[in-house]
Nanobody
């Protein structure tokens, strides 16, 4: 049984930092590209960042480039998202998801191509 569990969310002031973690079990972790997504109230879920199976290739949404860094530790089956210079518009539920196979060459691919999802962790940035 595959489980994906996010942690690390919380309340932070604008300009602050948070690091999200996501641990996956029940799958062969390095068979999967991984992604972070977010959904704000009343908005569609959007891609934030994704990373290849090896960790060498990454992609970011324009809105987070230069502020967020995605990484993974395949020995620990764990994905990370370091978020710096946070803005109120980053407030959302953040989700981790697994994509079987090679990361798309451009961007992070379609959201519905991601097979396994976590329950999310809330990030709230106050102004």
């Amino acid at each position: 049984q595959v489980q994906v569990v996010e942690s690390g969310g919380g309340l932070v002031q604008a300009g602050g930092s948070l690091r999200l973690s996501c641990t996956a079990s029940g799958l062969t972790y390095d068979d999967y590209a991984m992604g972070w997504f977010r959904q704000a109230p009343g908005k569609e879920r959007e891609g934030v960042s994704c990373i290849s199976r090896s960790g060498y290739s990454t992609s970011y949404a324009d809105s987070v480039k230069g502020r967020f860094t995605i990484s993974r530790d395949n020995a620990k089956n764990t994905l990370y998202l370091q978020m710096n210079s946070l803005k109120p518009e980053d407030t959302a539920m953040y989700y981790c998801a697994a994509y079987y196979g090679r990361k798309p060459s451009a961007g992070c691919g379609l959201i519905n191509a991601y097979t396994y999802w976590g329950q999310g962790t809330q990030v709230t940035v106050s102004s």
